[in-house]
């Protein structure tokens, strides 16, 4: 890793790991999503450093920016979890994708409170704490540990929201089980480093995947839409070990 990035990533783990411990001001950004003074604290510190590593890229960061989401750039979640880290759950991290040409060029994914730093670089391959992973050799769905998560839409009791709940009816009996963490960013990084076998999500924003896409990529696995398709970003996410990605797609259900 670019040793000016990784510095950069750790000290701002350092800000996160401050904040875990310590005493948080809690404000809401919409009816359950939660923002707090280290989300901004550590955006706004990510992308000083950034512009100076990569000049002349633009930044898109969760907190801060407005209008439309480009292609490229460098996407920043600054705690992704964010929920986790202010009821002082560990699964918390700050995710960084790099993307150039409509395609993720590095990422990093920290979670400074395990210890845990996933770095990858397209055609180099995909590591935590500089040791090289890979995705699991799962083959069969109901040996499957997978991942999930629930929308902040879900308070609208809408197409998200019934997707979600008809998707585990289906999957559930047929796995050895589902798990929700809370970070899509840390999900993608266990696919990648083969803790789970597959993990499924609906309506998540550049910001939450744009890292987690290239570790699992670089790892041997595949990253998809629902239908099969190559994701880049869009409605619904699936990345798994590419072995059980057509057992996960059609065991899923419908969107719509």
């Not at 699964?91 to 040409?101: D, E, K, N």
């Not at 993608?188 to 890292?211: I, Q, S, T």
Request: hydrophobic share 40%; with cysteine; glycine share 10%.
């Amino acid at each position: 890793m670019n040793r000016d990035l990784q510095n950069s990533v750790l000290e701002a783990g350092a800000i996160l790991k401050e904040g875990y411990f310590g005493k948080k001001e809690i404000h809401k950004k919409g009816s359950v999503d939660l923002v707090t003074q280290y989300d901004m604290k550590i955006e706004n510190f990510l992308m000083e450093h950034l512009q100076k590593i990569y000049p002349g890229a633009e930044i898109v960061g969760e907190e801060s920016f407005e209008g439309e989401i480009p292609s490229d750039g460098i996407y920043i979640d600054p705690i992704d979890g964010t929920t986790n880290f202010v009821h002082s759950i560990a699964y918390t991290c700050i995710s960084i994708g790099i993307w150039q040409r409509g395609e993720p060029v590095e990422g990093v994914v920290y979670n400074p409170i395990l210890n845990e730093l996933f770095y990858a670089k397209k055609g180099a391959g995909a590591f935590l704490n500089d040791q090289k992973i890979a995705v699991s050799e799962t083959e069969n769905l109901i040996d499957a540990l997978l991942a999930t998560g629930f929308p902040y839409t879900k308070v609208e009791m809408g197409k998200d929201y019934h997707f979600v709940i008809e998707s585990m009816q289906n999957l559930l009996p047929k796995t050895r089980d589902i798990r929700r963490l809370g970070s899509a960013a840390i999900d993608l990084a266990y696919v990648a480093c083969g803790r789970f076998a597959g993990f499924y999500e609906v309506n998540l924003k550049p910001w939450d995947v744009a890292a987690g896409i290239l570790l699992v990529e670089e790892a041997g696995g595949v990253v998809t839409n629902h239908l099969g398709e190559l994701y880049r970003f869009g409605d619904i996410i699936v990345a798994t070990n590419g072995k059980i990605h057509e057992a996960l797609l059609k065991n899923m259900g419908e969107y719509n």
